[in-house]
């Protein structure tokens, strides 16, 4: 069965932590995805990554950072967080280069709050 | 700009039939996907139409018309379980996903 896991369901910081969200797929997918979920609002795109070591900024990058040192694993780095971060992240990978091309497997999510 | 339209919320009667309609308004097309998504818990793929018409698997239906940039999703003999957020997401020329807010289905007995 595919799989994409994130490191935390659950996540309480303080303004100003530095935070690390990871995610691992097992599925040999090249695109890597980092999302935020807000209510009434769909899903924004932080970054994203289509093969290792390389990054692109999706719609709100500010404030985000990101790694993609192996193929399997994108972590999200929050350098300093701050309330308006806080938020429902959703990690996703899909087939296929340069784009989508096919269905998004997506991760449980991480649900942080920042205090 | 792009933008994806889809109701907040919708109410049926278990064992009925729903229509969750979407429209869209993207800079180029290359396909519409719809996701589905219970309460705390990661989206999962429901369908993916580029052709104009109707895709039906089990009791899940999607209907596109580019020409009209709508698509729906039918949902049929409705169960509780099919409580659940409902994404649509159309892919646009530079092949990245345009997401709506969702619509929030819910299921009375």
């Known amino acids: 069965d595919v799989k994409v896991t994130q490191s935390s369901r659950y996540l309480v910081k303080r303004t100003g932590e530095k935070v690390f969200l990871e995610c691992v797929q097992d599925m040999d997918h090249e695109n890597m995805f980092w999302y935020r979920q807000d209510p009434g609002l769909g899903l924004r795109l932080i970054y994203f990554?289509?093969?290792?070591?390389?990054?692109e900024k999706g719609d709100i990058p500010e404030g985000y950072s990101v790694s993609r040192e192996k193929k399997e694993r994108f972590s999200l780095i929050l350098e300093s967080a701050s309330t308006n971060q806080t938020s429902m992240y959703l990690c996703?990978?899909?087939?296929?280069?340069?784009?989508?091309?096919?269905?998004?497997?997506f991760g449980e999510g991480s649900r942080l709050t920042v205090l | 700009g792009q933008n994806i339209d889809q109701p907040t919320e919708m109410t049926a009667t278990e064992g009925a039939i729903v229509q969750i309609n979407c429209t869209y308004q993207?800079?180029?097309?290359?396909?519409l996907f719809w996701y589905q998504q219970h309460a705390g818990e990661a989206p999962t793929f429901l369908s993916y139409n580029v052709l104009d018409g109707l895709e039906e698997k089990g009791r899940f239906s999607s209907f596109l018309s580019r020409s009209k940039g709508y698509s729906y999703l039918l949902l049929k003999e409705l169960q509780m379980k099919d409580s659940a957020s409902y994404l649509c997401?159309?892919?646009?020329?530079?092949?990245?996903?345009?997401w709506g807010a969702g619509t929030k289905l819910i299921i009375k007995p």
């Open positions: 990554s289509y093969d290792v070591k390389m990054k």
């Open positions: 996703a990978s899909s087939l296929g280069t340069s784009g989508v091309t096919g269905e998004l497997f």
């Open positions: 997401a159309v892919l646009d020329s530079n092949y990245q996903l345009i």
């Open positions: 993207t800079s180029g097309f290359n396909g």
